[in-house]
């Protein structure tokens, strides 16, 4: 991620604001706080800090030697494996998650200590990001976010997301007229899929919705349905139905869900003799993720790959672009992914298997975020030295 000039700018404008009592009547080094809240649990999704923790730490120790003598990075994770278990939790328990830290450290602490949150999780909207106007307190995160009600005045946060969810839903709807199709039936699963199709598919539907508001007339038609992967309910079951209402409704499906969920689709649709041309699936991959089975691929090494090859060719997929997926199998790529299991191990007790895939953007946003914080408080400290 490269930041534009007037964007650092900005930066130092709202960073001068947290450095300049430090810097003027500071010791020696200015001590940097950092709270990293969020869920342990990495088969939920890529956002837990069982997988993003260990980048985190590489960011703090790089910071730390970087800027030596001028800042002095530490840095907490904040979590409660009892309470919070994937991310919709997080966002809801985030503000008990972090009130908790600040008062804490603001008793433990001198008031001569800048206070950061940095997260791969979506805090809470609201709650926590008053608290953090009131306390003067910026934050950064690297995976996701929600879009806030709370109004000025506003803290800093940033999103260092390797993809925004916005864009995503664009490319949706560029496809829909590239191809002159107006009615859409839109699937999303809410069970076991990663928690960042959810939040797409709110993106999509609010994108439809402008379009449609902006037209005042009814451009596309968006038909909504929802199955559950983890439900008692069998998938299968939920899967025959919606294809069932699909076939008499409209011609082309947003199937929004892990990558073993959307073959298991396809193999149904084409038992039902519904991937012969006649209809069309859309489907997004994030990225190549921890688990291989949440990958999008027809091969799975099964009796039914030739059947899901068959199907897939009534696909079409939203993706990283190949150069992207080429720097991921990069030396530098896959020596932090190794540092990466290690690091999940000993701090998180998790266990990422040899055949789990560690090489991802996350991470990448992770140690970008949390490396542009050091960058430009240091601006900020040479500025008024």
Known sequence: MKPCNEFVARLILVLFFFTRMLVMGRENVIRVDIACPGYINISIAQSA??????????AVAESNMRYAGVFNFTLSFLTDDRRI????DFTAESLELITSWYYKRHEDLSDKVVRVI????????????????????????TSASTKSNYKLPAPLILGFSFTTLGPIAVTFIDILRMFNWTTVFLVTDY??????????????IQAVADINADAKRKLFTLHQ????????????????????????TSR??????????LRQLLLTAHRLNMTTGDYVYLAYEPTPVLRAEANVTWQKGDGDDVTAQDAFRSLLLVHLHDSERQRLQSPKVTALAEWVRQRSREEFNVTVSANQTVRS????????????????????FMKQT
Do not use: H
């Open 49 to 58: 800090l069982g997988y993003n923790g260990p980048a985190f730490e590489a």
């Open 225 to 248: 349905r929802r199955v559950t992967s983890g439900k008692p309910v069998p998938f299968q079951a939920q899967l025959i139905d919606v294809l069932t209402e699909f076939q008499s």
């Open 118 to 141: 940095i997260t791969p999780g979506s805090i809470d909207g609201s709650n926590v990001q008053q608290l953090m106007a009131n306390w003067g307190t910026m934050a950064i995160l």
């Open 252 to 261: 082309v499906m947003i199937f929004l869900g892990r990558g073993e969920f």
């Open 191 to 204: 069970g076991a899929s990663e928690g960042v199709f959810a939040y797409l598919a709110v993106e999509f």
């Open 361 to 380: 953007p996350v991470l990448y946003s992770c140690i970008g975020g949390e490396g542009i914080l050091p960058a430009v408080m240091f601006i900020a």
């Open 85 to 88: 278990r994937d991310g919709f």
